[in-house]
Structure formats: structure tokens, C-alpha cells
């Protein structure tokens, strides 16, 4: 059974850089048929990917195009997980922020695992 | 970019009875890439149905997904308490960015 266990403050203060890690159990950051994904909620958005990394003989990685020139989806294979880093952020980053696993099925990623979620308040 | 809608925002039923969710797409979903999560308060989504059709592990078989192309319906076919919650659906494509609808809020009448 796969197990997605995230970690990180739930406060970050305007324009400062939102750090979040996914550590995992049951799989591997490393394994070819999965991909690692960051999804956030809130109200006004709703469920929004952010950006995901996956291993394919190197590393690749997707981000949202809300986000692109923020973030940053990193995997630590010596610690077997990976991490989200969004700077810049503003009280319209507040949300709940979740890790996901993708699997994939024809080349498309399913999200079957998911973290506990951790609830982020951008306030100074 | 896909968008998807889902109806009725809200839906109020009772034990017993059966529930029809339902989501469009603002354009074909390629290959049935469509999948449905319930939350419930303060929990992640759990997947219930990917492909549009196929249970995932464990899901009961009360559960069902049907559709194709730009019309999808889960149906949950005799409601227990434990399924009045929040279900989305989601587009899960070859690219990004990977859309899900709105939410439907299932609640006890």
C-alpha cells in the first residue's frame, strides 16, 4: 500500500518561498510507470494541479502555467521523496495543498494515492 | 484546454435512494481519460472510477461511472451514510493541465 506523508509550516509570509515535502512509502520517487504530483484547493480555484516529476530514464518535470515562473518540483532519491518550492507567494497562494502519486494507464496519470494534505496560509 | 462542468451544484437525497452526478466537457475527453473523487471534510480525494467506467481498487460496486466523449454520469445506486460528501471529476490526459470540475456536494435531505 502506497503511503504519501507531507511535512512543511502551514504559515509563510508574503513574498517569501513555500516549501513542502512528500515522503513516501510502498513506492519509489524513482519508478517508471508513476509520477509525482503537487495539486493545491481552495475555494476561489477550486482543485488545481501545480507541477509533477517523474523519472523516464532522466528526470522530467510539468508545471501549471498559473505557476511556472515560481515553481519548482524537486525529487530526493536518497530520501525517497520529493518536494514542492513556490516562491514569491501572496495571500492568493493560501490553500490546501496535497501530494499525489500518478500512475499511468496509455500515457495518461491517474492520481490513486494521495497525501493528508497540509493547509498553507500566506500572512504576515 | 478542457473545462468541466459539473451539475447540480448540490443534490439532496436520502439513505436509500439513488444518486445521479453528472459532468461535461467542453470538448471530447481523448480516450475516456475521465475520472471521479469523493472528499469528504477535511480528507483528500479518494479516486472512486478512472477510464469513466472502471472501479478503482476497493470502491463498492454501488459506485458506477458511465459516458463518453463530453457527457459523463457517476451513479451511486442505493446511497449509505457514509457517501453523502463532496465528488469531483477529472480529466487525467497525456498533457497538462489536467482539469477537474467544480464539485458536486451530496447531502442528506
Known amino acids: 500500500q502506497v503511503q504519501l506523508q507531507q511535512s512543511g509550516p502551514g504559515l509563510v509570509k508574503p513574498s517569501q518561498t513555500l516549501s513542502l515535502t512528500c515522503a513516501i512509502s510502498g513506492d519509489s520517487v524513482s519508478s517508471n510507470n508513476v509520477a509525482w504530483y503537487w495539486i493545491r484547493q481552495s475555494p476561489s480555484r477550486g482543485l488545481e494541479w501545480l507541477g509533477r516529476?517523474?523519472?523516464?530514464?532522466?528526470?522530467?518535470?510539468d508545471y501549471a502555467e498559473s505557476v511556472k515562473s515560481r515553481i519548482t518540483v524537486n525529487p530526493d532519491t536518497s530520501k525517497n521523496q520529493f518536494s514542492l518550492h513556490l516562491t514569491s507567494v501572496s495571500p492568493e497562494d493560501t490553500a490546501v495543498y496535497y501530494c499525489?502519486?500518478?500512475?499511468?494507464?496509455?500515457?495518461?496519470?491517474?492520481?490513486?494515492?494521495w497525501g493528508q494534505g497540509t493547509r498553507v496560509t500566506v500572512s504576515s | 484546454e478542457i473545462e468541466l462542468t459539473q451539475s447540480p451544484g448540490t443534490l439532496s437525497l436520502s439513505p436509500g435512494e439513488r444518486a445521479t452526478l453528472s459532468c461535461r466537457a467542453s470538448?471530447?475527453?481523448?480516450?475516456?481519460?475521465l475520472a471521479w473523487y469523493q472528499q469528504k471534510l477535511g480528507q483528500a480525494p479518494r479516486l472512486l472510477v478512472y477510464?469513466?467506467?472502471t472501479r478503482a481498487t476497493g470502491i463498492p460496486d454501488r459506485f458506477s461511472g458511465s459516458g463518453s466523449g463530453t457527457d459523463f454520469t457517476l451513479t451511486i445506486s442505493r446511497l449509505e451514510p457514509e457517501d453523502f460528501a463532496v465528488y469531483y471529476c477529472?480529466?487525467?490526459?497525456?498533457?497538462?493541465?489536467?482539469?477537474f470540475g467544480q464539485g458536486t456536494k451530496l447531502e442528506i435531505k
Open positions: 516529476t517523474y523519472y523516464m530514464s532522466t528526470w522530467g518535470h
Open positions: 499525489a502519486r500518478g500512475i499511468y494507464e496509455r500515457g495518461a496519470t491517474r492520481f490513486d494515492f
Open positions: 477510464g469513466a467506467s
Open positions: 470538448q471530447g475527453v481523448d480516450s475516456n481519460f
Open positions: 477529472h480529466h487525467y490526459g497525456t498533457s497538462p493541465p489536467y482539469p
